[in-house]
């Protein structure tokens, strides 16, 4: 195996609990996937599926009433989750860095951005001259596409694409292995999300680093994912290549997410996925998606589904595949047959 | 004929600062239409809500309602209008008081229009607005807001509008909180409210693709003017203006054919100061042609049903009206076909 084709993170059966007084809401369930150098994992689920917590876990940044309740988080070889106080610091940011849910707002209001990221960069570098953590800011301004000049500048001085941008400069400050973003887009226009994104992409190419996309835009997520992992209810239902997840999900909370999302092409009745996700702490028995589910059968209310290889690349945990077998079609929901009677 | 609402000549600003310019619009009062506002933050589309509900008044211009002008009304017919159009507002968990219980948005409009002369009319009015929306009431009723997921309370927020029976509804960016798997469900009742109750709405937005979607005609602005507007078929189909044709092409698709391409866009807070007499969209165009410096573009009409202000249709007629809606397409007309 070369280095490139060996993950550079290896996530394995992590479990994130919040305790509630009605018990533990499990937000991330046994969740395993890895992501090579260079790869682009886009996760996608609708809110409170457990996206930000998972994001959070994989920084060990999880606070009360969070807590891991088991797995691994294997960077390059060493589980995060075992780390020493001392390790952890030193790897978060050098090794792995989080752009986090609203990153606009979490700038500090009252420095200015070089302070900020000096800050960050000194925390890792004590001994780098004032000189040459100038010239780092103003690369890494430039790298996001900013005027140097905005370094003199306090966040509310800026718009929400500049301060998206900026929280990816601190971010990238280090040139980590792997950055996490979560929703870096979701405040933005459509013109400066796609230029978030464009930055995004090349910072990332520029550094050969792997990247978690947390969104709930099946659109953007395509636009940039090279995989694609759906979440629901805090577990990994799906996770395949981008175009096998878009021209032939196999979980039927895929394909409803897929058949859902409007087009500019035709106009349609616009449709959701009729009901709501499960409560955490009171998930339905079986498979959790099986009160929403058109296709669910009696196993699918008395077993859970293991994620497992439906196509090459692609797994899914559905009982409609049961253990190697050759997987059968899935049948065509009504949404579906409107679209193919279309002319 | 008389229109439902009209704007002549509307411009608005603050200080030196122009928000909103030079708008003449009208919807017609006997076909209820849906009607989206588009455009990047800070382009004015909040500020012509504002003014369509009578919450600002425009610096210049008038605003009519049924034929009267809405400075100029009696309170018994501003009362009216109030009750008549009606707002859906972004957050809806910033109109809500936390600490009552849902029914104090509901009850508290059906008292202050007397709209039930009895506790179990005002109830049966309240539950079939909630139903409407597709609430059930008694999952509803008695929860207090933080017990709710935003998009029902933004659904408790379109039944509120709707228990006023509203001749139109404008809802600024009523989804943009909502997550994209549910924002389908929120505006297909939108759309079954102008199409059942004659509701005519405006729908405000960054997301093109419900505009599409659900409108029948749309108006793109850039800086406070109109830069292009038209039937959603063709506008979104196949945009004519520089910027309407940006914002098109950088919808994210779930299309892995229909990739964003890599071209850089020019950053638009870059030049924002920049003072111009020509066309706003000039310093960011990429067909930008030294006529474009000199001054503002008129609205051509690159064909019947859309308008754009831009010299590269400067071999088009001129907008013989200044109302925009001159091209929009009523509901119920068969749809353009885009390239046809
Ligand atoms: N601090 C907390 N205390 C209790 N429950 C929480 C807390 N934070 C998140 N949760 C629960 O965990 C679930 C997942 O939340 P989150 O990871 O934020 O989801 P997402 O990012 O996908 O919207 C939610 O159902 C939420 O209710
Ligand atoms: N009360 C106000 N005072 C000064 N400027 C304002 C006020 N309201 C809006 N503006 C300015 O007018 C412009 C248009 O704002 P708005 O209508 O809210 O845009 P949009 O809703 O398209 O984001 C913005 O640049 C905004 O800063
Ligand atoms: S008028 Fe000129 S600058 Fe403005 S959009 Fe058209 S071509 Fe571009
Ligand atoms: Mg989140
Ligand atoms: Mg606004």
Redesign the pocket.
């Known amino acids: 195996m070369t280095d490139k084709d060996k993950p550079i993170l290896v996530v394995e059966g992590l479990h994130v609990h919040y305790d509630t007084g009605k018990g533990p809401a499990k937000a991330v369930n046994d969740v395993s996937f890895s992501l090579k150098p260079g790869e682009r994992l886009g996760l996608i689920g609708e809110s409170g599926s457990g996206k930000t917590t998972m994001a959070t876990a994989l920084m060990r940044l999880t606070r009360a009433p969070g807590r891991i309740a088991g797995g691994k988080v294997m960077l390059d070889g060493r589980d995060i989750l075992a780390m020493s106080p001392r390790e952890l610091r030193e790897t978060r940011l050098r090794d792995i860095a989080l752009i986090p849910q609203g990153a606009m707002s979490s700038l500090n209001p009252v420095m200015k951005l070089d302070e900020q990221m000096i800050d960050a960069i000194l925390a890792h570098k004590p001994r780098m001259k004032r000189a040459e953590l100038d010239a780092r800011v103003a690369e890494l301004l430039r790298s996001v596409g900013l005027d140097p000049s905005v370094a003199k500048r306090f966040p509310h001085e800026l718009s929400g694409g500049m301060k998206q941008r900026a929280a990816m400069a601190i971010a990238t400050s280090l040139a980590p292995k792997v950055i996490v973003a979560d929703e870096p887009t979701s405040a933005l226009d459509v013109v400066v999300q796609r230029q978030v994104m464009q930055t995004l992409g090349r910072l990332q190419d520029g550094l050969g680093a792997a990247v978690v996309l947390i969104g709930h835009d099946m659109g953007l997520i395509a636009q940039f994912a090279d995989v694609v992992g759906v979440m629901y209810a805090g577990k990994l239902v799906e996770i395949g290549p981008v175009r096998q997840m878009i021209e032939n999900p196999k979980h039927p909370y895929t394909k409803l997410l897929v058949e859902s999302l409007p087009g500019i092409e035709v106009k349609q009745a616009l449709t959701g996925i009729p009901g709501l996700p499960p409560p955490l702490v009171d998930l339905p028995p079986g498979c959790s998606f099986n009160p929403r589910c058109p296709f669910a059968f009696e196993r699918c209310r008395t077993e859970t589904p293991l994620l497992q290889d439906v196509a090459p690349g692609q797994r899914a945990s559905c009982h409609l595949y049961p253990e190697h077998q050759s997987l059968p079609p899935l049948p065509v929901t009504a949404r579906a047959q409107h679209h193919e009677a279309r002319p | 004929m008389s229109a439902l609402i009209e704007l002549k000549g509307v411009t ?1 600003t ?2 030196s ?1 122009t ?2 310019s030079d708008v003449t619009m009208s919807l017609s009062d006997t076909n209820p239409s849906m009607t989206a506002i588009a ?12 003014i369509l509900l009578g919450f ?1 008044n425009p610096s210049v211009g008038e605003v009519f309602y049924r034929g009267k002008d809405i400075a100029k009304m009696s309170s018994a017919e501003q009362r009216q209008f109030r009750r008549e159009v009606q707002p859906v507002f972004q957050d809806p968990f910033e109109v809500f008081n936390p600490f009552y219980r849902i029914d104090h948005v509901l009850t508290t409009p059906v008292k202050r229009y007397r709209l039930a002369d009895s506790e179990a009319k005002a109830r049966s009015l309240i539950e079939d607005a909630l139903k409407r929306v597709g609430l059930r009431p008694q999952d509803t009723l008695g929860r207090f807001p933080h017990e709710l997921s935003g998009g029902q309370r933004q659904r408790v927020m379109v039944a509120r509008a709707v228990l006023l029976r509203p001749r139109m509804i404008v809802a ?2 009523p989804v943009s909180m909502v997550d994209a798997s549910l924002r389908a469900t929120i505006l297909d009742e939108l759309r079954t409210l102008n199409r059942e109750l004659g509701i005519s709405i405006i729908y ?1 937005t960054h997301d093109l693709t419900t505009a599409f979607q659900i409108c029948d005609n749309i108006l793109v ?1 850039y800086r ?1 003017a109109i830069a292009e507007a038209g039937a959603v078929e063709r506008v979104i189909g196949a945009p004519r203006h520089p910027y309407s044709q940006l914002l098109v092409s950088s919808i994210p698709l779930p299309d892995l054919d229909r990739a964003w391409g890599n071209e850089e866009i020019p950053v638009s807070e870059a030049n924002s100061s920049r003072p111009n007499a020509g066309c706003r969209f000039a310093p960011r165009c990429p067909h930008v042609m030294d006529q474009c410096w000199q001054s503002a573009p008129p609205k051509y009409m690159p064909d019947s049903q859309r308008l754009a202000s831009c010299f590269l249709y400067r071999d088009s007629p001129i907008a013989p009206d200044e109302d925009v809606s001159a091209v929009f397409r009523l509901p119920g007309v068969a749809p353009v076909v885009v390239g046809g």
Do not use: H, P, V
């Open positions: 608005k603050y200080g600062f928000a909103l455009g990047e933050s800070g382009s004015g589309k909040t500020t012509l809500a504002r600002i600024d960016e405000i602005l406070g």
